[in-house]
């Protein structure tokens, strides 16, 4: 399957940069990338390969003809509630087609729309499905995975931005009743939502665009709508247009379709734990972290009532939810009689996943490649067809007058990332007087030709006073390594531009140390560059991604 060309476009791609260069790639990742071979034992195929996207699309509609799902239905009915757009209902429609597949992404309901990662997965999903469809010929459906039933409150509920002094800030969500316990899937709104939705007005610089972004945000994010349903319409509003299909998790309408999955993880208690604890291993023999390491008995379900969501623990043959003790029959017959009580972990949901859609690939981010590497035997195990892996786009967006900074220093992106000035005096040096330099330079390997003389005349004097002489020196070449600070000190000063300019592209690019997709929310770059930044990262970037792309909508 081809790739989009590595190269530096006459678009918005301004850098292409190897995944080696960035320290916070995981070397999985990499391996995945650009040595498909040295781990393909933990996948089900190289996404590189023709042949095996074939194979997988093959086998994957055979499952699909031995176990139809009407997910068709049951996605037209979540559309029909969120008034998905017309683009969305007719991609989801091809569902109903046995030959039909899937590519699938995920993420939790994250706050405006969460990182701006959580747009590049659905980016990447929609690019690699146009990519099937137009390389093997079969309708190829899009599809993103809301994770409603996740009850992680903090990770969901703060959107993080840079305020119109480029100042890392945040705008969180109260807590809601039951938020922390309960899944986000059931966590409506209240009326205070309205107020976070000021609070990002005040932080985000107004442009052109802000007007519609905040009445977007304000006809999903109302009182009254879940936190899942929210960010599933938001998600169609930014995407649905190209095809996105949106799918709630939490919808007890699927659960009966995978209660299969759910009962053959009561009947062999630990199993699905134990073989990812195994795989943990054979990755740790090729080099790579386990992402997890179950113990042997943990059961991959959580349990969910009105109140809460909690985990199924297996001991001594019986089972327990909190304080409650059950038998294996009686909590198995539950399964049976009510699987809508029940929903998987995060080793057992990707099993879920591709239980229910006909999944040909997966659109993962680096712990969720990590993840799936460990899941393999899992699939055989319980009977589901595993999909291909393929990492989701990874990218930079910087403005004019950052690409400006760094071109004119010279400056790789990879080095504003330490939240130090180690960078921003190295440039300070560059701009000294190369004599001033040349000076410490002289200064120092002067004093050390001098040492070495005058230590042969004093050990003829006095041998115990060689000691003094590397000591005096060592304090002299310190106070001139002080001396050179200060003057790079009174440098920085000096230039109060430069400093603002680095401190600015930064910002912009590694808030508070972290990579901008990682933290800044959606919701900042489309008060940035509007609706037509969608258009722009999908001509942009490729289906295929190997490398870390800087962009300048």
């Not at 199993?271 to 972290?289: F, I, K, Y």
Request: proline residues 8%.
């Amino acid at each position: 399957m081809p790739s989009h060309p590595d190269t530096v476009a006459s678009g918005i791609v301004r850098d292409v940069i190897e995944f080696g260069r960035l320290p916070w790639i995981r070397p999985l990742v990499q391996a995945h990338a650009n040595n498909f071979a040295s781990v393909a034992s933990l996948f089900a195929g190289n996404p590189a390969d023709p042949v095996a996207w074939r194979t997988t699309i093959a086998r994957v509609q055979a499952a699909a003809l031995r176990r139809p799902v009407p997910m068709a239905a049951l996605i037209a009915a979540q559309q029909s509630r969120r008034g998905a757009p017309a683009e969305a209902t007719r991609a989801a429609a091809l569902l109903e087609n046995p030959q039909t597949v899937a590519i699938l992404t995920g993420q939790q309901a994250g706050l405006f729309g969460g990182p701006f990662y959580t747009l590049l997965k659905a980016i990447t999903t929609v690019l690699l499905a146009r990519q099937v469809t137009a390389d093997h010929g079969v309708p190829t459906v899009p599809v993103f995975w809301v994770d409603a039933e996740d009850h992680d409150w903090d990770e969901v509920r703060t959107a993080h931005v840079l305020d119109r002094d480029f100042a890392l800030a945040s705008v969180a969500l109260d807590p809601l009743p039951g938020a922390g316990s309960r899944p986000v899937g059931g966590l409506c709104l209240d009326e205070l939502v309205g107020q976070s939705i000021t609070a990002l007005e005040q932080l985000l610089s107004p442009t052109e665009f802000t007007p519609g972004l905040l009445a977007g945000l304000r006809r999903r994010y109302q009182p009254g709508e879940t936190m899942s349903g929210a960010f599933a319409g938001w998600m169609e509003d930014l995407l649905g247009r190209h095809g996105l299909v949106v799918f709630e998790s939490s919808d007890p309408a699927a659960k009966p379709f995978v209660a299969g999955l759910f009962d053959a993880e009561l009947s062999d208690p630990g199993r699905t734990s134990r073989l990812a604890r195994r795989a943990g291993h054979v990755m740790a023999e090729l080099g790579h972290t386990p992402q997890i390491e179950p113990a042997d008995e943990s059961v991959c379900l959580f349990y969910v009532n009105a109140d809460s969501r909690r985990p199924v623990r297996y001991r001594d043959g019986q089972y327990s939810i909190g304080d409650e003790v059950r038998t294996v029959d009686d909590l198995r017959r539950e399964v049976a009689e009510h699987p809508d009580r029940f929903s998987p972990n995060v080793l057992l949901r990707p099993l879920v996943q591709d239980q229910l859609f006909p999944t040909v690939a997966y659109v993962a981010g680096p712990s969720e490649l990590a993840y799936h590497a460990q899941l393999g035997t899992s699939y055989r195990a319980l009977g589901v067809e595993p999909p291909l892996l393929c990492s989701r786009a990874s990218a930079t967006l910087l403005d004019s007058a950052a690409l400006r900074f760094l071109g004119r220093q010279e400056l790789p992106l990879e080095a504003l990332e330490p939240q130090d000035e180690s960078a921003l005096n190295q440039i300070l040096e560059r701009q000294l007087p190369p004599s001033l330099d040349e000076f410490f330079q002289q200064m120092t390997g002067l004093m050390s030709e001098q040492a070495i003389g005058l230590k042969q005349t004093v050990s003829s004097i006095d041998p115990t006073l060689v000691g003094a002489i590397d000591t005096t020196v060592d304090k002299v070449r310190d106070t001139l390594k002080s001396l050179q600070g200060k003057i790079i000190q009174a440098s920085k000063k000096k230039d109060d531009t430069l400093r603002r300019q680095f401190v600015r592209t930064r910002a912009l690019a590694f808030p508070g140390g972290h990579p901008q997709e990682r933290l800044l929310n959606v919701a900042f770059f489309m008060n940035r560059y509007g609706p037509a930044l969608i258009d722009h990262l999908l001509d942009a970037l490729p289906a295929l991604p190997q490398k870390h792309y800087v962009l300048a909508p």
